[in-house]
């Protein structure tokens, strides 16, 4: 089998053969009994036997092409159920707000509280003017399509590292890199894993944001143009000013949301440049308030 055939084996399962064993639910724990009868049917129960016998390279990616076509049968059909089940379990309001509120109180820790205001600003702008009873029925059928279009995203992509690695010499990708390669490739059709994905973007996200945010700030300020006392609020914190984070923390906001260079540059923190300088210049060895 080449790898054109294992491609239209495994769309073919996933538009033919899949559809007539959905039987909806929730996922269980992988059944090995199960998977082993279903590849009864294609391999022999002495496959990793004959697989290490042979010899020739092309015989044993052939070989090891045919137990991927097997396995990942076995796993998009699951994958179906799953899905089915997962769509037929739309109505099942404490099934979906336990996933929606798993998936934003994960999303929540990761990134700063400003943000996770931002986002679920946005997702109260996208369903106003929906009636109040229909509002939360609109929002678990918005996360559940998130979650299913990001474990597609993941499936996709594990599919591409399996199919790379039997392009490639069966001595570096064999049977032991494939099974693991296929678990990954089962796991990423599981709600936890587009979870964690998503999670993890948002996190990625809120860092980019906020570097591109500085970029921005610093572009914004003519450095050269510091005002009289931020060149002097500088030069002290330049020489050793501030020692401690907390001393540093109260100084530059009280908030803890002001950033350094708005409160260098920023004309709108002229009087706090000012009140700090004053207090600066009296001589106090204390955290200077603003």
Same mark, same amino acid.
């Given at each position: 089998?080449?790898?054109?055939? %294992?491609?239209?084996? !495994?769309? @073919?399962? &996933?538009?033919? =053969?899949?559809?007539? *064993?959905? $039987? /909806?639910?929730?996922?269980?724990?992988?059944?090995?009994?199960?998977?082993?009868?279903?590849?009864?049917?294609?391999?022999?129960?002495?496959?990793?036997?004959?697989?290490?016998?042979?010899?020739?390279?092309?015989?044993?990616?052939?070989?090891?092409?045919?137990?991927?076509?097997?396995?990942?049968?076995?796993?998009?059909?699951?994958?179906?159920?799953?899905?089915?089940?997962?769509?037929?379990?739309?109505?099942?309001?404490?099934?979906?707000?336990?996933?929606?509120?798993? %998936?934003?109180?994960? !999303?929540? @820790?990761? &990134?700063?509280? =400003?943000?996770?205001? *931002?986002? $679920? /600003?946005?997702?109260?702008?996208?369903?106003?003017?929906?009636?109040?009873?229909?509002?939360?029925?609109?929002?678990?059928?918005?996360?559940?399509?998130?979650?299913?279009?990001?474990?597609?995203?993941?499936?996709?992509?594990?599919?591409?590292?399996?199919?790379?690695?039997?392009?490639?010499?069966?001595?570096?990708?064999?049977?032991?890199?494939?099974?693991?390669?296929?678990?990954?490739?089962?796991?990423?059709?599981?709600?936890?894993?587009?979870?964690?994905?998503?999670?993890?973007?948002?996190?990625?996200?809120?860092?980019?944001?906020?570097?591109?945010?500085?970029?921005?700030?610093?572009?914004?300020?003519?450095?050269?143009?510091?005002?009289?006392?931020?060149?002097?609020?500088?030069?002290?914190?330049?020489?050793?000013?501030?020692?401690?984070?907390?001393?540093?923390?109260?100084?530059?906001?009280?908030?803890?949301?002001?950033?350094?260079?708005?409160?260098?540059?920023?004309?709108?923190?002229?009087?706090?440049?000012?009140?700090?300088?004053?207090?600066?210049?009296?001589?106090?060895?204390?955290?200077?308030?603003?």
């Amino acid at each position: 089998m080449n790898i054109t055939q %294992l491609f239209i084996c !495994t769309i @073919s399962v &996933i538009f033919i =053969n899949g559809c007539a *064993s959905f $039987l /909806g639910g929730s996922p269980q724990a992988w059944d090995y009994k199960a998977e082993k009868v279903r590849l009864n049917q294609s391999i022999s129960l002495d496959y990793m036997k004959e697989y290490y016998s042979i010899k020739d390279e092309m015989e044993r990616k052939d070989k090891l092409r045919e137990y991927a076509a097997v396995r990942i049968r076995v796993i998009d059909i699951t994958y179906l159920q799953y899905v089915i089940g997962l769509n037929n379990n739309r109505k099942n309001s404490s099934f979906l707000s336990s996933t929606s509120s798993s %998936l934003i109180s994960t !999303t929540s @820790s990761l &990134i700063t509280p =400003n943000t996770t205001k *931002s986002i $679920l /600003g946005a997702i109260s702008a996208s369903i106003t003017g929906i009636q109040a009873t229909s509002e939360k029925e609109y929002f678990l059928d918005k996360t559940m399509e998130a979650l299913i279009s990001q474990m597609n995203a993941n499936r996709s992509q594990r599919l591409s590292i399996i199919i790379k690695g039997l392009n490639s010499d069966s001595n570096k990708y064999g049977l032991i890199e494939l099974n693991s390669d296929l678990d990954e490739y089962y796991k990423a059709g599981l709600v936890q894993n587009a979870i964690q994905v998503i999670s993890a973007n948002a996190q990625k996200n809120n860092i980019d944001e906020k570097e591109k945010l500085d970029d921005v700030k610093m572009k914004k300020y003519d450095l050269k143009n510091m005002d009289t006392n931020g060149v002097k609020i500088d030069n002290w914190l330049k020489n050793g000013g501030v020692t401690n984070d907390r001393c540093r923390y109260k100084f530059i906001s009280n908030d803890g949301e002001t950033r350094l260079i708005d409160l260098l540059y920023d004309e709108s923190y002229k009087e706090q440049r000012a009140t700090i300088v004053s207090k600066l210049e009296e001589g106090t060895k204390k955290c200077p308030n603003k």
